[in-house]
């Protein structure tokens, strides 16, 4: 078996395999022959058609299933990665999930109060494997909010690595990557909310799930 195979399967929120991620794939491919232009295509989708909402609903696996945050239209950096991983998993681009502690010097005061640093521990992007390599894609913030945020946006070409800038634009030193914690075939969501309790404490966490843990939206 070819080292990328798996990272073409569906798993428990990649689900690749639901027909409405198949669908909108396809759709957002059509007429595109080359697989990088493929590539672009959903990751445009995803960063700025997927909104972007760090107070999205977190703690359960549901949570992040593709196919929900493709209903929901929204959901933070993790939610995203695994929306774009399903689209292209969806139309043969192996795509896989990576994680990194990142600090946000520029954080706004409502996200400080509630999480209590500006440390933000297992930003979800993704890396697929386009022409015998693989690529970072971030597809994080969308455009809109970049506009409203001064952010400059992560842009995406299919050859090179795409990651957030270091800075905004007004020069100021904006993001900075602290720790890699590698990539993964499937959400380790266990992982991520025992990273959370170790950051931010465990009354914090629950908290953010009494606050932020509304499913039906």
């Known amino acids: 078996m070819h080292q990328t195979e798996k990272y073409l399967k569906p798993t428990a929120t990649i689900d690749c395999d639901a027909k409405s991620i198949k669908e909108k794939a396809r759709e957002l491919t059509t007429g595109q022959e080359e697989v990088t232009e493929r590539a672009k295509c959903l ?37 995203k990665a695994v929306l774009l991983a399903a689209l292209a998993r969806a139309i043969d681009i192996p795509a896989r999930l990576r994680f990194a502690d990142i600090r946000n010097h520029i954080l706004s005061e409502k996200a400080l109060e509630v999480l209590g640093t500006n440390l933000m521990v297992y930003h979800g992007y993704d890396e697929l494997y386009i022409k015998g390599k693989w690529i970072k894609a971030t597809p994080i913030f969308d455009v809109k909010m ?72």
């Not at 700025?48 to 299933?65: Q, R, T």
């Not at 001064?150 to 957030?164: C, N, Q, S, T």
């Not at 380790?188 to 465990?202: D, H, K, M, R």
């Open 146 to 217: 970049c506009q409203e945020k001064r952010i400059i946006p992560v842009e995406f070409d299919g050859k090179d690595h795409a990651i957030l800038h270091s800075h905004n634009r007004e020069g100021k030193l904006h993001f900075e990557y602290i720790q890699d914690h590698g990539h993964y075939k499937d959400l380790p969501l266990n992982e991520i909310l025992n990273a959370w309790v170790q950051t931010y404490g465990s009354e914090r966490v629950e908290h953010f799930k009494v606050t932020f843990g509304n499913t039906t939206k």
């Open 43 to 79: 990751f445009y989708f995803v960063r700025d058609e997927i909104k972007y909402n760090m107070y999205s609903p977190f703690y359960l696996v549901e949570h992040y299933k593709a196919s929900a945050i493709l209903h929901r239209r929204e959901g933070y950096c993790v939610q």
